[in-house]
């Protein structure tokens, strides 16, 4: 069982909501009206017991959070709690409960080096971002690895085969996959995959007195037009903020705790204006699929201009997380006097700590006059439907849904023909499709026309090209019959079609015949269009695990574990292989 939210969501003007919000909405501890609640934001306190009593603390030692359950990522909100080690790798990690080991997995992204254990509670808990595993597990895993020579590893267990009792060291904390310094990632799942909000349940005993700060709260001007809606910035320069008619709030917060230098999540946002309830999130406990929609609760344009991310009151009508949303006129204010008035933004940690910021609003329709242009640009394309946007050359097909509200995308040709890199002739124009505004919630497909010359059919690709003209790939599938090039892309911007040709870069810091100290290699491996497709470490002739950190492009090879006799010459052998088939292969001699 999961949290539950109830619901409000009431699409009214904001007159008719003044007068409804006195009667409808009691009057909280911080004299502000507040949309009703049902135990105590629904969360199920048996549950929380059940979680606090059943599960230990999984590492021997941690230095406060790094990260806690709900901060905004992006893409997805962050579902766990990130442990910080105070920089050193190696910390014990143990089983939070009795249970089995049911899920290893090794890969240069995501977790990295992930173990995961069944409980028969029906919880699953997940430790993340690991250096390795306890020498039972680690020598179960380098069999298969030189079984299948192949160091990435996917792998479920039955129920039987790995059993754990509570306390039992299963790990050491590290620094693997896409983790951005050494710290345990520690999650739990619920019977549904849902991920658990630890906080909640209260495991970690901390105290925090501390509220969340409020960095930054901005103001949005908005109005109907011609079927979506236009947005446009409002300056916010004067005491009192001169506002459009209509408009919504745009909020930049993090928590705070004593003893931790990170910026932690905020457990619930809301806003009111004059003393009445306009807009509350609370996060609660976020099912993964729905946390992907975070990009429709935040404001795409501030993120672009401010690299920070702010919880916009304005909600999409595709947007999944109205199940914890509660918002009067779908978060828009509209005011219908010059008056003034106040706006208050309201921020809760999950300990229940509060932080309040105050801005007093008037409506002055002279500034905004020209805000909102006479006509739209580009093609309109509906949210709710598949849109399929074809230019002489070109076409975008949107699926169903892959917008999270109505826009108008201009697609545009920047140029007939485009070199995009040294040394590979044109081979299609430069076209700009959309804003970078806008977020994506399904990948689009883009077809292009473009002639390719044979020499390069099998490294051709449809590369996005960024600022300065620097390029990544998209992959791609061209057609020699109608000369196309298509391929998926997960967000606007500008495209063409080119070829690499360059093969990836192999640097080893190990002159040849030179004696090796240590007990490892290390290698940097980049591939700086296509990106690197597969890699293979030999020693003497026989395959060598080599593990990929993706942060770094770094292939550490244990020699530990490489299975070849000490004190010997040995032949190393490195083949790096690019997406599009082009190879690199090192040869170094050396003495272990």
């Given at each position: ?208 007195d501390d509220g969340p700060t409020i960095r930054d709260v901005r103001l949005v001007g908005c109005a109907p037009f011609y079927g979506t809606l236009y ?229 051709a690709i449809l590369a996005r090209v960024g600022a300065g003209g620097y390029l990544s790939s998209c992959g791609g599938t061209y057609n020699p019959l ?111």
């Amino acid at each position: 069982m999961y949290i539950r939210f109830y619901i409000k969501r009431v699409a009214l003007s904001y007159v008719c909501a003044t007068l409804c919000l006195s009667v409808l909405f009691s009057v909280s501890s911080y004299g502000q009206g507040t949309f009703s609640q049902e135990n105590d934001q629904g969360v199920d306190y048996a549950r929380q017991k059940e979680v606090t009593d059943r599960f230990i603390v999984p590492i021997e030692t941690y230095g406060g959070f790094a990260g806690t359950y709900g901060e905004l990522r992006g893409d997805h909100f962050h579902c766990g709690l990130d442990m910080r080690t105070n920089g050193v790798e190696g910390r014990k990690i143990y089983a939070a409960d009795d249970g089995y080991v049911s899920r290893i997995t090794i890969s240069p992204w995501g977790y990295g080096n992930m173990i995961m254990v069944t409980h028969p509670s029906g919880y699953k808990t997940i430790y993340g971002h690991l250096q390795g595993f306890a020498s039972k597990y680690k020598k179960l895993i380098a069999e298969k690895q030189y079984k299948e020579e192949s160091w990435r590893q996917y792998i479920d267990f039955p129920p039987d085969s790995l059993p754990v009792k509570r306390g039992d060291l299963i790990a050491f904390s590290g620094n693997t996959g896409s983790s951005g310094g050494p710290h345990l990632h520690f999650e739990v799942l619920d019977e549904n995959d849902v991920p658990v909000n630890l906080q909640i349940t209260r495991i970690f005993n901390l105290k925090d007195d501390d509220g969340p700060t409020i960095r930054d709260v901005r103001l949005v001007g908005c109005a109907p037009f011609y079927g979506t809606l236009y947005t446009f910035p409002v300056s916010m320069k004067k005491d009192t903020v001169a506002v459009p008619k209509s408009f919504y709030v745009a909020v930049d917060a993090y928590d705070v705790m004593a003893g931790t230098p990170g910026k932690l999540a905020v457990y619930k946002y809301e806003v009111f204006l004059d003393g009445n309830p306009v807009f509350s999130f609370t996060e609660g406990n976020i099912p993964t699929s729905t946390g992907r929609y975070i990009a429709s609760l935040l404001d795409h344009p501030l993120r672009r201009s401010t690299g920070r991310y702010y919880v916009k009151t304005q909600i999409d009508p595709s947007n999944k997380l109205v199940d914890r949303i509660e918002a009067v006129n779908d978060g828009i204010i509209t005011l219908e006097d010059s008056l003034v008035h106040e706006i208050l933004v309201v921020a809760t940690d999950v300990y229940g700590n509060i932080s309040r910021q105050r801005i007093k609003v008037s409506r002055t329709d002279s500034v905004f006059a020209d805000a909102v242009p006479f006509s739209p640009e580009g093609d309109f394309v509906s949210w709710d439907k598949e849109n399929k946007l074809l230019k002489d050359g070109f076409s975008l097909i949107l699926p169903e849904e892959s917008l999270f509200r109505n826009a108008y995308i201009k697609t545009y040709k920047v140029k007939d023909s485009y070199v995009a890199q040294d040394k590979v002739p044109a081979m299609s124009a430069l076209w700009r499709c959309g804003d970078g505004d806008i977020p994506l919630h399904k990948s689009a497909t883009i077809t292009m026309k473009c002639d390719i010359p044979s020499v390069y059919l099998d490294k051709a690709i449809l590369a996005r090209v960024g600022a300065g003209g620097y390029l990544s790939s998209c992959g791609g599938t061209y057609n020699p019959l109608t000369k196309e090039m298509t391929a998926t892309v997960g967000s606007f911007g500008s495209f063409c079609v080119t070829a690499d040709i360059t093969a990836p870069e192999v640097n080893i810091n190990l002159k040849e015949g030179a004696t090796v100290k240590g007990n490892t290699l290390k290698l940097v491996i980049r591939d700086r269009l296509s990106g690197i497709g597969d890699f293979r470490a030999e020693i003497d002739g026989h395959w060598v695990i080599a593990a990929l950190d993706g942060k770094t492009s770094t292939l550490t090879i244990p020699l530990g574990d490489a299975r070849i006799a000490k004190g010997k010459k040995h032949l190393l052998v490195v083949v790096v292989e690019d997406n599009v088939g082009n190879k690199t292969t090192v040869r170094k001699h050396f003495t272990w």
